[in-house]
């Protein structure tokens, strides 16, 4: 997208300037803007929402940290775009009203609990789904326990 804005800043120096710009140009440049917007990467992602316990910080380093996703309520985090969190412990659906929701989705992006994967539904529901390459790591963990 930079080189768009560069293509578009470059045109308003020019036409300041008194230069002609040809009708060609411009529809050139607007399709290589196009072309560069459509095949450029997926930016990586860490999306979250409602009972997420601590937030996940844009980097996803929650290094020493346990991560409570549906602790008392609703929660879910998507990690794709190649992302990378990291977390001490993971607790998905930890007590009886809660509701955790966790999808790693997609070649790159992982969840390295360096602890333990502690639970998916204790007491309450939890949903991991691990699509398209998505990787998660821990040290041990408990599934419906």
Request: glycine content about 12%; some cysteine; aromatic content about 8%.
């Amino acid at each position: 997208m930079a080189s768009c804005h560069l293509s578009v800043s470059w045109f308003r120096f020019c036409s300041e300037r008194g230069f002609p710009m040809s009708f060609f140009a411009k529809i050139l440049a607007a399709a290589a803007c196009a072309v560069l917007i459509l095949t450029s990467p997926a930016w990586a992602a860490i999306t979250q929402s409602g009972d997420v316990v601590p937030p996940i910080p844009p980097d996803g380093n929650l290094t020493g940290t346990a991560l409570t996703v549906g602790n008392t309520a609703t929660g879910s985090v998507t990690i794709d775009g190649a992302s990378v969190v990291t977390t001490a412990q993971a607790r998905l659906g930890f007590t009886a009203t809660g509701d955790g929701t966790v999808v790693v989705d997609g070649a790159g992006s992982t969840w390295d609990a360096t602890d333990r994967f502690y639970i998916v539904g204790r007491q309450g529901t939890g949903d991991l789904s691990i699509t398209n390459g998505g990787l998660v790591t821990n040290l041990d963990g408990s599934v419906a326990r």
